[in-house]
């Protein structure tokens, strides 16, 4: 990757964002961009993983504003890009986004609308906050792999949600439809098992159904599984549900949205800076909607950490 002017806001599009929605609006998305007056270059994310080599390459480069044009998982990757740069040069980072994917749940809590114009003007106000992000090690058959998160990451049934999203996504399918298929799908593919947590150092044992850590409070496409979660607290917020029915699961489902299933007898709390997760059976997981496998999981938190471009006030103000 060339050595990079820091002064050039470096786009990172995804064209298979919201089921190509990236590729057939890529040139209004760069009309939008070259009437704004930033200066920019646009790189296309061609495969998966590329978006991790195309951010890490271009920080190595030298470039410290940065751009996502896609959903949730094209955030992801560029963010492990930044954070697996060869030089320790990720603080020196501004982060924004322009939504083109599903979900985009991590815009709802940074209060940046699903509008390509209204997006890009708030990336020429550049008002930014620094958020924490989560560090996971997964471990599987003796490898170690490491991958960082800015939103959510899931475990048990909602990591196997997660990879039938991704694979319906694929298909072309789109909207809410692309969570309710999938939950459907994940029922009937996963069963609970016990698992043991340890949360900063205190050990909890389970039968569990799903655990969701958060640094931000929704996923699944407006989902408040979190819903305390705040990523500019230096804190972890885990939601643990126990093995539960189909009847439990129905039942909560609007809850989901907003945040009150919590209250359930089946569903526990807590707040960490470090969480350990392991079963007898390897548990599956996924971070900000990104398939990590099955292992077992340590996870650590790196506060405020990386700096990001925000919205509307009222975000700050939300989560105050």
């Keep these: 990757m060339p050595k990079t002017d820091g002064k050039v806001w470096q786009v990172i599009l ?22 704004s007056n930033l200066t920019y270059r646009l790189f296309r994310s061609e495969y998966p993983r590329h978006a991790i080599e195309l951010a ?60 390509y114009q209204k997006a890009i003007d ?60 999938s939950l459907g799908l994940g029922y009937f593919n996963f069963k609970s098992r016990q698992a043991k947590f340890v949360i900063d150092g205190e050990p909890l044992e389970v039968n569990l159904f799903t655990a969701s850590i958060g640094l931000g409070k929704f996923n699944g496409g407006g989902m408040m599984q979190v819903p305390a979660a705040n990523p500019l607290q230096g804190l972890f917020h885990l939601t643990i549900i126990r093995k539960i029915g189909i009847w439990g699961i129905l039942t909560n489902f609007k ?26 059976t390897p548990l599956p997981g996924e971070s900000d909607g990104e398939n990590l496998g099955a292992g077992s999981f340590r996870i650590g938190l790196v506060p405020h950490r990386l700096r990001v471009i925000y919205g509307s006030d009222k975000f700050l103000r939300d989560l105050s």
Excluded at 98 to 110: E, K, L
Excluded at 138 to 147: H, T
């Design 14 to 35: 995804n064209p298979h964002a919201g089921g190509g929605k990236g590729n057939h609006d890529q040139k209004r998305i760069e009309q939008l961009l070259g009437k």
């Design 56 to 115: 890490k390459g271009l920080v190595a480069g030298g470039a410290t504003h940065l751009i996502v044009a896609g959903g949730d998982g094209t955030l992801n990757e560029v963010v492990n890009g930044i954070f697996l740069a060869e030089q320790e040069a990720h603080h020196e980072i501004t982060l924004g986004m322009i939504p083109v994917g599903t979900g985009n749940d991590w815009t709802r809590t940074f209060g940046i609308p699903d509008h």
């Design 122 to 181: 708030i990336v020429v106000k550049g008002k930014t906050v620094k958020q924490d992000v989560g560090e996971i090690t997964c471990l599987a058959d003796g490898v170690s792999n490491l991958r960082y998160f800015v939103n959510i990451a899931g475990f048990g049934f909602d990591a196997l949600v997660a990879k039938n999203a991704n694979e319906l996504k694929s298909k072309g399918i789109k909207g809410i439809r692309v969570y309710i298929q």
């Design 255 to 280: 809850g989901l949205y907003s945040g009150k299933f919590i209250s359930d007898r089946r569903v526990s709390t807590h707040t960490g800076k470090t969480i350990e997760i392991s079963s007898a």
